[in-house]
């Protein structure tokens, strides 16, 4: 009994995220960031991530911090999003992949997203989102602020959400991101509290 009790005491937190966005956004790539890595040699003798394009979708568990989590990645291509909202009562948070270099096909997130916001078992539950602004490093790419106006975030009032600029190949910026989303979907700790606080002066 005191070992079950104190397995039980230890297990982390499962959370299940929905990981969406367009084709080409560097879902995977996220992902692939929280993973414990698995790397290729570059053309330069660099290492570089080494992943697929997404197909359908793909389930990914591992360890991240004191978290077990569960993400569904799901395809971006446009005969594929059909899938998305099939998972979308069995999630507690989502990510949604921004490709920040592309501006033209950003009318075409803003609409997936609304499709998104406005389907009923999104909509009944105030689940966290978090967009990761990806691709930042290439030249001319908008800023978080610039892909926040353009689909109109400032218009959903009814859960936390927040943007994080990042560069999936490199990691900068998903440290950031997922520590946020962490801390709205287990929001005891005085960490997660104070990091609240700060985003509201924003």
């Not at 803003?110 to 290439?138: C, G, Q, R, T, W």
Request: charged residues 25%; aromatic residues 6%; hydrophobic residues 35%.
């Amino acid at each position: 009994m005191l070992r079950r009790l104190s397995a039980s005491l230890s297990k982390k937190p499962e959370v299940h995220i929905l990981v969406v966005g367009l084709d080409n956004s560097g879902k995977s790539s996220v992902i692939a960031q929280l993973k414990p890595k698995k790397v290729v040699a570059g053309a330069k003798g660099e290492a570089k991530l080494e992943t697929t394009p997404t197909v359908g979708f793909q389930v990914e568990e591992f360890q991240y911090n004191n978290l077990s989590l569960t993400c569904f990645d799901m395809s971006g291509q446009s005969r594929y999003r059909s899938l998305w909202e099939h998972y979308y009562s069995g999630v507690e948070a989502i990510i949604f992949v921004l490709d920040s270099s592309d501006k033209i096909r950003m009318c075409v997130a803003k609409n997936e997203l609304e499709e998104l916001l406005s389907h009923e078992d999104v909509n009944a539950n105030p689940i966290p989102i978090i967009f990761f602004a990806n691709k930042m490093d290439i030249k001319d790419a908008m800023t978080a602020l610039e892909c926040s106006q353009l689909l109109e975030l400032d218009r959903i009032t009814n859960r936390p959400w927040h943007v994080t600029p990042c560069n999936a190949l490199t990691g900068e910026g998903i440290t950031e991101g997922v520590e946020w989303l962490a801390c709205h979907v287990q929001p005891a700790s005085s960490k997660c509290k104070q990091q609240r606080e700060n985003h509201r002066k924003m």
